[in-house]
């Protein structure tokens, strides 16, 4: 127990983490080692069962040595999109590659030794993507290949090509020299326009996201999830609470949001992975909270790794995170910004500091690598009126919904 204690708090401390770290716990917990391989096992064969598309070019380790060979191999991945030209679903290597590492852990990633282990493990690969070695011309080559990752949008380094092949004039002449770098790329000027920049009551994404849920908060703070609504037809009616003061714990604010309203948005790999404010007003709260990486994987009827974000699980209340809390200073009240990191997306970034205002459509932080959710809050006497028009989808500083007078 001892051992397993020290090497508990060594991951706690921020050590640098690897498979051989896996081992050290694994010596000391033969009974994690079992769990793990069980869960190998079954996640190859519910993927047969399933019938996972292109199965055979995933790597499927049966037991902990080839478990161990895996994640060296993952700690060293420099992310590529596949080529266009010559394999079906292209534009998701990316996320087959994370949801296949969380399927196959599907079965352990909850037991809280190996959970702890799975945030160092997540934290040291952030490590390797903020090295030069995590880009290189022809992963950064791949990105630019893919339309949906828009890369004419962004402020491009020397050298660079468009997916049509033209060299555009460079405008960001320092280049991006890691992964990290590029993934929290900007926008160029202009792209990303704030509507209803002097009407106080628009209210904007503060992110490119795909709205996904929004729920009520009743009396005592809570969310409650129906899993058998629209999306959900033919399975066992569940119903969860899920609360609001653990998820922004420690601002001050954890019952401010009583009768108020929850709203939850999605972004892809593929999107802007910076943040903006979605109103005016003062920071009154501001910080980044660490805690578990964490993906559900499921796979589709179209037999396609799939993380579906639903909010069904209340992943986003364990999950690492930022939290903003703003005040708009008049009859609206609070509004609160929660950036959720997803899967290998451990670092949430806050740039805000507490007493400052920040305008509507300001930045005030950035994801590093992968998918992320973005949670707002809002207060009952605001009264939030969700407006999305027919597209779910929308980039930084569109309109979204608006304070409305009761």
Same mark, same amino acid.
């Given at each position: 127990m001892r051992k397993i204690t020290l090497f508990l708090m060594s991951i706690l401390l921020g050590t640098f983490v690897n498979a051989t770290d896996l081992k050290t716990l694994v010596k000391n917990n033969p009974d994690l080692g079992k769990a793990i391989e069980a869960s190998l096992l079954e996640a190859h064969q519910k993927a047969i069962a399933k019938q996972l598309n292109n199965i055979d070019r995933l790597i499927w380790p049966k037991n902990l040595d080839e478990y161990y060979?895996?994640?060296? +191999?993952?700690?060293?991945?420099?992310p590529t999109e596949g080529d266009i030209n010559s394999r079906e679903n292209y534009d998701k290597e990316i996320?087959?590659? !994370?949801?296949?590492?969380?399927?196959?852990? +599907? +079965?352990?990633?909850?037991? *809280?030794?190996?959970?702890?282990? !799975?945030?160092?493990?997540?934290?040291?690969?952030?490590?390797f993507l903020n090295t030069p070695e995590s880009l290189t011309e022809e992963s950064l080559q791949s990105f630019m290949n893919q *339309? !949906?990752?828009k890369m004419e949008q962004y402020m491009m380094p020397v050298g660079s090509f468009t997916p049509a092949g033209d060299k555009p004039i460079p405008n960001n002449a320092s280049g991006w020299i890691t992964f990290n770098q590029f993934f929290a790329r900007e926008a160029l000027p202009g792209l990303r326009p704030v509507a209803g920049i002097k009407d106080d009551n628009i209210i904007v994404s503060p992110a490119d996201a795909e709205f996904k849920r929004i729920f009520p908060i009743n009396e005592k703070s809570e969310i409650v999830i129906d899993s058998n609504s629209s999306a959900n037809i033919g399975r066992i009616k569940?119903?969860?609470?899920?609360?609001?003061p653990e998820l922004i714990e420690g601002s001050g604010y954890e019952d401010a949001f009583k009768n108020g309203v929850f709203m939850h948005s999605f972004l892809s790999p593929y999107d802007m992975h910076r943040f903006c404010s979605p109103v005016s007003g003062e920071v009154k709260y501001s910080t980044a909270?660490?805690?578990?990486?964490?993906?559900?994987?499921?796979?589709?009827d179209e037999g396609e790794y799939d993380a579906p974000d639903n909010t069904d699980g209340g992943y986003e209340f364990i999950q690492t995170r930022g939290i903003l809390i703003l005040d708009t200073g008049g009859d609206n009240g609070l509004v609160?910004?929660? *950036?959720?990191?997803?899967a290998q997306v451990s670092s949430v970034n806050m740039n805000a500091t507490k007493g400052v205002s920040l305008y509507k459509g300001q930045e005030f932080g950035y994801f590093l690598f992968g998918?992320? +959710?973005?949670?707002?809050?809002?207060?009952?006497k605001g009264n939030f009126q969700l407006d999305l028009g027919a597209n779910p989808k929308k980039e930084a500083g569109n309109k979204i919904g608006a304070f409305g007078k009761k």
């Open positions: 060979l895996y994640l060296n +191999d993952f700690s060293k991945w420099i996320l087959i590659k !994370l949801c296949h590492f969380y399927w196959l852990i +599907d +079965d352990v990633q909850n037991i *809280p030794e190996f959970s702890m282990w !799975l945030v160092s493990f997540a934290n040291s690969w952030g490590d *339309p !949906l990752f569940k119903t969860h609470s899920y609360s609001i909270v660490q805690k578990r990486v964490y993906l559900e994987v499921v796979i589709s609160a910004v929660i *950036p959720i990191g997803m998918g992320s +959710d973005i949670i707002l809050l809002f207060q009952e």
